[in-house]
Each structure stands twice: as C-alpha cells, then as structure tokens.
C-alpha cells in the first residue's frame, strides 16, 4: 500500500506491544492501495497485515473496525480483525488510527475470466442481504455531496467543468428509491483475494456503507470489467447474471443500471482527482482520473441499452 507514514523500528515495537502476535519473525512493506500505509508482519503465531489510515479519524475508524467485526460474525469472507491485548479493535499513533488484520494467502489478479468474475456477482449479492452494523455511515464517502463540496472550492481545471456537468445529469437521471443494502464501495480488481482460480475474500472495507446496491454493482464493473480503457460487456454480463442468480433485478432496476455503472465510473475518477490533483499532488498519477472519466463517456452513449441482454 501506499507509504504515507514511516515509522522507526522502536514505534514499530511500541505498537506491536499491545498486541499478543508472538515471537516477530519479519516485517516486509505491502505496495499497492491508495490510501494507507501497511507493514506484513510475520510472527510466530502466523501473518498478520499492520495498517496505519492516513485518511481517516477515529470516528470513521471505529465504524469500519465494527464493519469488519459485524462481517465476522456473519461469516462473510474477508480479513479478520486482530483484537489488542486490551480487547481494544484499534489504537493510535501520532494522532492516525491503527489496526491489524489477520494475513490471508493468496493472489490479487488484475485481469479476471469470466469464472472469477461470476464469483464476485455471487458474493457481492450475498453481502448486499446482510445486516449492516448500526454505526455504518448512510453515505458513500466520494459520491455526489463529495462531488459538490470539491466543485465549491476554488480551483480552476478542465475536468471540473466535465465533472459538473456529470453531477447536475446524475442528480436528474437517479432514482432515489433504488434499495439500498451493505456495500463495498470499492469492488476493483486489487481488493478481491484468489487462490486457485477459486475466490477467497473480498478485502478493504474502508468505504463501506449503506448505500444504493447498483452503486457497487456499478463499482465493480468499472473496477473489474474493464481492461486497457475499455469496457467488457461480456463481462459485466457475467457479473450482472451471477449476481441476478441470487438477488434477482426488478424491472426499474434494470433501467437504472446503466446510470449507477456510470456514477461510479464518475466517483471513482473524482476520486483520483481530488488525490492526486488536491490532496497529494503527484505529477506521476495526475493524470489516471482520465482512464476513469473515459469509462463514464462509455457507459453513457450506450443511453438505454441494456447491459443484461
């Protein structure tokens, strides 16, 4: 994941103290994600994965610890969360919440078959029937209002404008009745854990909330579904049809899906954006919000047509 925070080897051992993990064998650096800084962390005990949340407060911390203890108590596969010595889920270091999960074996694979991806759609309608925890937020952390608070500041860019046009359509084209349910949020490619073609877990429940279920459907077709800049209808037909084989659509859902497909590619570039472009200025990322806005030019001119036939 992203290395934002560094820490000595005597903070490491600071925070390691609070937890019961063992004898520590090594500790490796984990590349990839966007928004946290993580340590593999290898003890007698097993593996564990160390992350410190470089965006969010305590607040949105103990809700996702909670999300993540509520799934366990479910049985939904993903990562479980390692309790401190003190029962605590989480604890702090300088000011930034930290929490450690258990390490799961297996492989992110950037380019799914249509095996894996039916996978998905099946798991993704068996999470949106869950009980969501009472303390899961009722917004999605980068949908419209994250939208609109970034279009109220003053910076003058290109995209912006294209961004507010994408905002003012989707506040007309959504129906705000869709049902909503316990999503991920963020269902791309790198946060789905396979071993042996079969899938194992769906990780990173940082933006879960209770929320439209076509918006993570949506979500995962941008994120699983497109390859080099270019949707894969067949695809998301496969996502669309596994997940149908478990949560059936109605009909009005079906013709929202092609707006909640393109709200998501929408959100996922805003998203890229403001990170890149705002928040953690990097020349070298500034430019992947493209990729993402391309895919919600996509989806668009395919107006009406159903993404199910």
């Known amino acids: 994941m992203a290395r934002y925070s560094k820490l000595t080897d005597k903070e490491l051992n600071l925070l390691l103290e609070q ?33 410190i949340c470089d965006e969010k407060n305590g607040e949105e911390i103990q809700n996702f610890t909670a999300i ?20 605590g889920r989480f604890i702090f270091h300088n000011s930034k ?4 999960k258990k390490f799961l074996q297996g492989h992110t694979i950037k380019e799914l078959t249509p095996k894996m991806i039916q996978q998905v759609g099946r ?25 609109g608070n970034l279009l109220n500041r003053s910076i003058t860019h290109q995209y912006l404008d294209w961004l507010a046009e994408k905002k003012s359509y ?10 909503k349910g316990f999503i991920h949020g963020d269902i791309f490619w790198d ?18 909330c209770h929320f439209y279920k076509l918006f993570d459907i949506g979500m995962a077709c941008v994120g699983c579904c497109a390859n080099d800049g270019y949707f894969n209808l067949s695809l998301i037909k496969k996502l669309l049809g596994s997940y149908a084989a478990v949560s059936p659509f109605t009909s009005s859902e079906k013709s929202q899906l092609n707006i ?32 993402l ?9 395919l107006g009406s047509t159903s993404l199910l036939d």
């Open 97 to 100: 919440p930290v929490y450690i």
């Open 191 to 208: 946060n789905l854990l396979f071993e042996e073609g079969s899938l194992v877990a769906i990780l990173d429940f940082e933006e879960a």
């Open 19 to 51: 937890y019961d993990l063992g004898l520590v064998l090594q500790i490796s650096p984990i590349e990839g994600g966007q928004a946290n800084s993580s340590l593999k962390v290898s003890t007698a005990k097993g593996d564990f994965t160390l992350s």
């Open 68 to 87: 993540l203890e509520n799934l366990e108590e479910q049985k939904f596969p993903t990562t479980r969360l390692v309790k401190t010595k003190a029962g």
């Open 170 to 179: 989707l506040e007309q084209a959504i129906d705000s009745d869709m049902p």
């Open 260 to 291: 909640f497909v393109e709200y998501a590619a929408v959100a996922s570039s805003f998203w890229r954006f403001r990170q890149y472009n705002v928040k953690h200025p990097n020349p070298g990322k500034a430019d992947s919000y493209k990729e």
């Open 293 to 301: 806005s391309s895919l919600a030019d996509q989806i668009h001119t």
């Open 123 to 147: 798991s993704m309608a068996e999470l949106h029937l869950l009980i969501p925890p009472v303390a899961i937020d009722s917004s999605f952390p980068y949908g419209i209002e994250a939208i």
